[in-house]
């Protein structure tokens, strides 16, 4: 059973800087597909990012502004977020899918088998 909690979320102006982590336990972190997913209220949870092995993939919408990076040594899994807006303001969750890599990174919420709880981030205008 893998386990993800996810830590760094807060309350920033917009143009900030956040740092999220998600520290994972139980199985082979290196082996997963690791991703961003995040959820305004009243909306759907949306992909953000994903990481393999020297692949990663962004949404348009934070393209630029948002870096995804993992390391391995310390399961953990880290979403730096620049230049926020408010329309970055969500619940931000951390995802881990273990199948193999096909060449395209997943990014629909139902491809990945393990979630963390979420880390509100609020951005203020």
């Known amino acids: 059973q893998v386990r993800l909690v996810e830590s760094g979320g807060a309350l920033v102006q917009a143009g900030g800087s956040l740092r999220l982590s998600c520290a994972a336990s139980?199985?082979?972190?290196?082996?997963?597909?690791m991703g961003w997913f995040r959820q305004a209220p009243g909306k759907e949870r949306e992909f953000v990012t994903a990481i393999t092995s020297g692949r990663t993939d962004y949404a348009d919408s934070v393209k630029g502004r948002f870096t995804i990076d993992r390391d391995n040594a310390k399961n953990t899994v880290y979403l730096q977020m620049n230049s926020l807006k408010p329309e970055d303001t969500a619940v931000y969750y951390c995802?881990?899918?273990?199948?193999?890599?096909?060449?395209?990174?997943?990014?629909?919420?139902?491809?990945?088998?393990?979630w963390g709880r979420g880390t509100q981030v609020t951005v203020s205008s």
């Open positions: 995802a881990a899918d273990r199948t193999a890599y096909t060449g395209r990174l997943p990014t629909t919420p139902s491809a990945y088998e393990y």
């Open positions: 139980g199985g082979t972190f290196s082996r997963y597909i």
